[in-house]
């Protein structure tokens, strides 16, 4: 996949996208997104890939929405640029496969909603977060509002949203917006050693273990409990059950085929 502001590369079964925009801090504009959109779209339809990684070029992993193409919008602007980072991230929030964002650097804006986005957060030890559009006069608009409180908490989610406060590293892991953080020349190799790890596991577990939580999320509990029984009862017209299973008996080592 060839573009003009992402990097797109896979290996073993993992695919990473970059964020390829430096000079503008990996700002996000409309050509970006549509770009992003697209690289989703065949990473959606290629059931080779079995984990994806989110991560920038350079010193920010993605250091918000692009404010000089926003500053010119009216109501009707904002709103369809609004809905297309909203669904975006949507459609990564609900790829079938992990998604794990490798956070190198600044994630304001824009840039914390793609991080919320994704299943699993890694930060740097030099990363930033924050919600900062109050300053400039807007909401948070690829859905900040609604993921934000998912993952930290509804009081903190506003104190943050309001305030516009950026926070290091170590707060987010201590309010639970990541997942742990990491010495920034080590960030890609322990990345790329937990995607490695997902994907040495059975593949269609790991999609409907993911699948299991994103729609039990919007149920009621027993309609969770359900839709989770069916999911883990799939599996076991799989292949890689009875692979699983075996191996395990047999100690050894079990050899997946996605099948």
Known sequence: MEFQYIKV????????????NPSQLNS?????????DSAVSRIENDREIYVVIITGEGKAFVAGADITEMAGLDSR???EFGKLGSDLFRRIERLPVPVIAAVNGYALGGGCELAL?????IASEYAKFGQPETGLGITPGFSGT????????????????YTGMIIDAQ???????V??????EELMDKVNSMAGEIASRAPIAVRNSKKAMEEGMDMESMDAIRNETNLFGECFDTVDQKEG?????????AEFKNR
Not at 9 to 20: A, E, F, G, P, Q
Not at 28 to 36: A, I, P, S, Y
């Open 146 to 161: 609604y993921r934000l409180p998912k993952i930290v908490g509804i009081a903190k989610a506003k104190e943050l949203i």
């Open 117 to 121: 986005a994704c299943d699993i957060r």
């Open 171 to 177: 707060e987010a892991l201590r309010i639970g917006l």
């Open 28 to 36: 996000l504009n409309t050509k970006l997104l549509k770009e992003l």
């Open 245 to 253: 299973m075996n191996a395990f008996i047999s100690k050894r080592k």
């Open 9 to 20: 590369s896979v290996s073993d079964h993992i695919c990473t996208l970059k964020i390829n």
């Open 77 to 79: 602007g904002g709103s």
């Open 179 to 184: 997942n742990s953080v990491i010495k920034s």
